[in-house]
């Protein structure tokens, strides 16, 4: 026989080989090797996964419960923390009531007077008064006389003497008036009789000898 001839039965029988091993083990479920079945091989493999599927829920469900119970302790946490925080606020409220009360207390330590003292003061302010009731007033006398404006004497001098002598209250208002009505010419050297009683017109009207009318 020729090699080719006999290289093509090699060939030959190498794809029927490989083609039956296919068969056995795809179609027919058996593995080619003998003693081993491939559908316990498949078996085995999905029974393995499906325990390691178990293994990673089993772990999942334990991070879940995990996070629940660190939620609600956060959540007891935050209420503790709210609680914490109220009491603060009412302590501090107490404090500033207390310290408030502590000033009033101190202001009305430090205000409040002794009986002692009150007693003597309603004494004394009772001194007071009974003298203030049983004085009388004296009432200035009136001043009553002769008045002399002597030859060359200033309206200022005059109105000064006036004042001085208690016959008017105010020499610059006596003045005043002078200038306003331009009497100082018109008043006559002479004596005169004057009393306080008179107004600054009046007296006036006296020195000018009736140049100053005043109605």
Not at 44 to 50: H, I
Not at 99 to 110: K, Y
Not at 179 to 204: F, P, R
């Amino acid at each position: 026989m020729k090699k080719s001839t006999l290289r093509n039965l090699g060939i030959g029988f190498l794809a029927s080989a490989v083609i039956t091993g296919l068969y056995t083990t795809f179609v027919q479920g058996n593995a080619p090797v003998p003693g081993v079945e491939l559908n316990s091989i498949f078996e085995r493999t999905s029974a393995e996964t499906e325990s390691q599927l178990a293994e990673r829920e089993a772990e999942v469900q334990s991070l879940v419960s995990d996070r629940e119970s660190l939620l609600s302790e956060r959540e007891q946490l935050d209420e503790s923390f709210s609680v914490i925080s109220s009491l603060e606020g009412e302590i501090a409220s107490l404090q500033r009531d207390n310290a408030s009360l502590t000033r009033l207390t101190g202001n009305q330590d430090e205000t409040t007077p002794t009986n002692d003292t009150d007693n003597e003061g309603d004494e004394s302010q009772g001194q007071e008064l009974t003298e203030e009731a049983t004085t009388t007033p004296e009432a200035e006398p009136d001043t009553v006389g002769s008045f002399t404006v002597e030859s060359g004497s200033t309206s200022s001098d005059i109105a000064q003497q006036l004042e001085s002598q208690g016959f008017i209250a105010s020499a610059s208002e006596f003045q005043e008036l002078l200038d306003a009505w331009g009497l100082h010419e018109s008043i006559q050297s002479g004596t005169y009789n004057l009393n306080s009683d008179m107004s600054i017109h009046d007296i006036a009207s006296i020195l000018t000898n009736g140049a100053y009318y005043y109605y």
